[in-house]
Every structure is written in structure tokens, then in C-alpha cells.
């Protein structure tokens, strides 16, 4: 019985998680410079694709997060602080 109870405690963090994920890359998306930017657009929005599936793996987090390092690298730290929040999770 506690082993369920603890299952859905880990199934309801993990899909918290994916929530929160999810709502910084519509934030992130939603400022204008984030958005121009093809390549951190694409790999931003296979990401909350991969999330709205339920399931994020480690390599399309890892590519959003390339991308964001690199437009942080040509951009400098004035943009969304969702991106830097992403980058955390």
C-alpha cells in the first residue's frame, strides 16, 4: 500500500516538474527575441512537445539547453529569465 502511495507522490513531482518546464518555454517563447532566434525556437518547442507527451528525455533537454547557452553566449544575460530558469531543471 505505501509503496503505491509513493509511486503517485513520484508520478505527481515528476508531472509537476514537466509543468514547470513546460510553462518557462511558453514564457520564454513568448519574448519576441527568444522567438526570432530559429534555432533556440525549434529545439524550445520540441521540448514542450516532448513535455505535452509526458515525457522528457535527456537528450532533447540537453539539446534546449545547448541552444540556450549558446544564445545566452551571443545575446548576454538581457533576456528572459525563463531561459535562465530552464536552464536549472
Known sequence: MMFVELEEKN???SDQGLLNIL???EVALSDPQVAADYQLATHLNKGA???KNGYLDSQ???DYQ???NYFLMVNGF???PALIQLMSL
Open 78 to 80: 538581457k533576456v528572459s
Open 49 to 51: 512537445a516532448a513535455v
Open 11 to 13: 508520478k505527481l513531482a
Open 66 to 68: 545547448q541552444a540556450i
Open 60 to 62: 532533447c533537454r540537453n
Open 23 to 25: 510553462r518557462l518555454i
